[in-house]
């Protein structure tokens, strides 16, 4: 089976820069992808991570190693309309059309 | 361009109703997703298609039907609402397989009372 986990919460201060984790357990996957979601919004995609290392795009990076079943999205430069939720997701091997997400985390920026 | 549309928004259904949430892509993608989210939860996979012609069960399928009518249309129809059906549902599309990225509608606020 699939299982992605995020910690539930995350809270930052406007300019600082946050890191959010994505642990994963499964039997292999295409690569990891990451979603953002304003509250009362759909989710919209922000990256995707095919290989081990990290992959920039403006203040949002993610990173990805397989090795170590984990990967993370970083947030830098932080302002407020980055809070929201953010989701990883992966599409598995054992069925490739599936697209699983992760609990999400729920990232509030401070003034 | 309009991307992914679902219609309706908000519904309210009264426990043992029936109704259908109707979804259309304009993208020409292959494969199309229903999830549903509960307060402060993730997306859970309710129903895929991958391509026309197709559907498979997600992760919590119970309770739900869905109809790829064509390349562009997927239903998900509630045959005997029941209040844990409360939620919010998205469709989403993609092209696949190969790329992660989907594109969700704008959601079905949907209460069952």
């Known amino acids: 089976g699939q299982s992605l986990e995020q910690p539930s919460e995350v809270t930052a201060v406007e300019g600082a820069i946050v890191q959010i984790n994505c642990t994963y357990q499964?039997?292999?996957?295409?690569?990891l992808s990451w979603y953002q979601q304003h509250d009362g919004g759909a989710p919209t995609f922000l990256s995707y991570?095919?290989?081990?290392g990290l992959e920039e795009t403006g203040r949002f990076s993610s990173f990805l190693s397989r090795s170590d079943s984990y990967g993370y999205l970083l947030l830098q430069e932080l302002q407020m309309k980055d809070s929201a939720s953010y989701f990883c997701?992966?599409?598995?091997?054992?069925?490739?059309?599936?697209?699983?997400f992760g609990s999400g985390t729920r990232l509030s920026i401070r003034p | 361009n309009a991307g992914v549309t679902q219609t309706p928004k908000f519904q309210v259904l009264k426990t043992g109703q029936s109704m259908t949430l109707q979804c259309a892509q304009d993208?020409?993608?292959?494969?199309m997703y229903w999830y549903r989210q509960d307060p402060g939860m993730g997306l859970r996979l309710i129903y895929y298609?991958?391509?026309?012609?197709?559907?498979d069960k997600g992760e919590v399928p119970n309770g739900y039907n869905v109809s790829r009518l064509n390349k562009r249309e997927f239903s998900l129809r509630l045959e005997s609402a029941a209040p844990s059906q409360t939620s919010v549902y998205f469709c989403?599309?993609?092209?696949?397989?190969?790329?992660?990225?989907?594109?969700f509608g704008q959601g079905t606020r949907l209460t069952v009372v």
């Open positions: 989403a599309s993609s092209e696949a397989p190969g790329t992660t990225e989907a594109f």
């Open positions: 499964t039997s292999g996957f295409y690569g």
């Open positions: 991570n095919a290989l081990d």
């Open positions: 997701a992966v599409r598995p091997y054992s069925s490739a059309s599936k697209i699983i």
């Open positions: 993208m020409n993608h292959n494969s």
């Open positions: 298609s991958a391509s026309e012609g197709t559907t």
